[in-house]
């Protein structure tokens, strides 16, 4: 069965070039185009869309933020995909805590626009690799008390690789308390939005390529991740470009995925609670 999808936008051609993207993807139909957040609101209402990929700014009086807050507010089940040209972690973040499902650049590849579709009408969460690293270095600076010695303990095991299954067995636990710690760590580290770690908690996680399919630098930029550096500072380690490291980093993410790429990002945020699980207090 097709995937209703439901084109927001006010730019003409943008809308035109996603109707063409949709209409190459032989398991995604078109359920309309809309140029206002009244009318997204609408499709949403009557139930006849699965996805709706919406565009920050929609005309007025609201904003698309707004609108998808609403959206989930009458529809919970439908679907939103952000499509913006901003990147900002503020705006980010504005479109996370209102409810989106996922967040896309407008720069994202046809294969990452569809497969983002699929990842959120699954139920998995999904974030432009050009996001994620100002999303989570905002997350990075909150108060590293504000979590219990067991959140942080069951985060250190999600970014080990380990399923809610291994993370309640090493931790003699009930299956469910650990779902339940991961949640509630989950809704301190990021805010309402409760589907980011989807992927890494049993979310329908795609499998991997193989390691040794990656290129030398490819591999380099890999173990900077795993080290819980930001592009940056991968650059500094590789001597190389920023934007060369970010354009390995893509290319990382679509080949391994995005349950090893959220595992890579949770790495990084974990390092501010270093000294804690070090110390195990």
């Known amino acids: 069965m097709s995937l209703r999808v439901l084109i927001a936008d006010d730019h003409t051609l943008v809308s035109e070039g996603l109707e063409v993207m949709l209409s190459m993807a032989d398991d995604v139909e078109l359920a309309g185009m809309v140029s206002t957040d009244e009318a997204a609101i609408d499709a949403a209402r009557k139930g006849d869309v ?153 979310g329908g996680s795609r499998s991997r390529q193989d390691p040794a399919e990656l290129t030398d630098r490819e591999e380099k930029v890999r173990k900077g991740m795993a080290d819980g550096l930001s592009p940056r500072e991968i650059a500094a380690r590789l001597n190389l470009p920023e934007e060369t490291v970010r354009t390995n980093l893509k290319s990382l993410r679509q080949k391994l995925g995005f349950r090893y790429w959220t595992a890579a990002n949770l790495k990084s945020i974990l390092k501010e609670f270093s000294h804690r699980i070090r110390k195990g207090k």
């Open 50 to 202: 699965d996805v709706i990929l919406m565009d920050v700014n929609l005309s007025q009086p609201m904003s698309g933020i707004e609108a998808t807050k609403q959206i989930k507010e009458i529809a919970p089940s439908t679907r939103v995909l952000i499509l913006s040209m901003f990147t900002d972690p503020g705006t980010v973040s504005e479109s996370i805590k209102a409810g989106a499902d996922g967040y896309l650049s407008k720069s994202a590849t046809r294969e990452s626009v569809i497969q983002a579709i699929h990842d959120v009408a699954e139920g998995r969460s999904v974030l432009d690799p050009s996001v994620t690293d100002g999303i989570f270095g905002r997350i990075g600076g909150n108060d590293p008390d504000q979590l219990t010695d067991r959140e942080l303990q069951c985060l250190q095991h999600l970014a080990d690789g380990l399923s809610i299954k291994e993370i309640a067995a090493e931790m003699h636990l009930p299956e469910e308390t650990a779902k339940a710690t991961l949640r509630s760590a989950h809704r301190k580290l990021v805010g309402r939005h409760s589907g980011l770690f989807s992927s890494l908690t049993g």
